[in-house]
Nanobody, 117 residues
Framework: QVQLVESGGGLVQTGGSLRLSCVTSGFIFSNRAMRWYRQAPGTERELVASITATGTINYVDSVKGRFTISRDDAKNTVYLQMNKLKPEDTAVYFC???????????WGQGTQVTVAS
């Protein structure tokens, strides 16, 4: 069975840091691009960061310079290091393996990040 399990969320103060992890199983992780999304209550789900199978990285403008996406193919895991956190970063963060003509679309269950002011 395919599984994507996020962890590392929590409550932090403004300016603090968290590292999110998404441990995957049930598919060939090394072949897949991976993404982090976030969704705050009453808002649309937002693409935060992406990393391709070959290591090409993109970020939404609001997190550039603060967040770092990375992957460890030996551990089938994608990470999101979040520094200098702001209250507007508060959301549920989801790990995603985007679908394509070749692959199904997979999602994790989400992990809550709350940044207190």
């Amino acid at each position: 069975q395919v599984q994507l399990v996020e962890s590392g969320g929590g409550l932090v103060q403004t300016g603090g840091s968290l590292r999110l992890s998404c441990v995957t199983s049930g598919f060939i992780f090394s072949n897949r691009a991976m993404r982090w999304y976030r969704q705050a209550p009453g808002t649309e789900r937002e693409l935060v960061a992406s990393i391709t199978a070959t290591g090409t990285i993109n970020y939404v403008d609001s997190v550039k310079g603060r967040f770092t996406i990375s992957r460890d193919d030996a551990k089938n895991t994608v990470y999101l290091q979040m520094n200098k956190l702001k209250p507007e970063d508060t959301a549920v963060y989801f790990c995603n393996a985007p679908g394509s003509a070749y692959y199904a679309d997979y999602w994790g269950q989400g992990t809550q990040v709350t940044v207190a002011s």
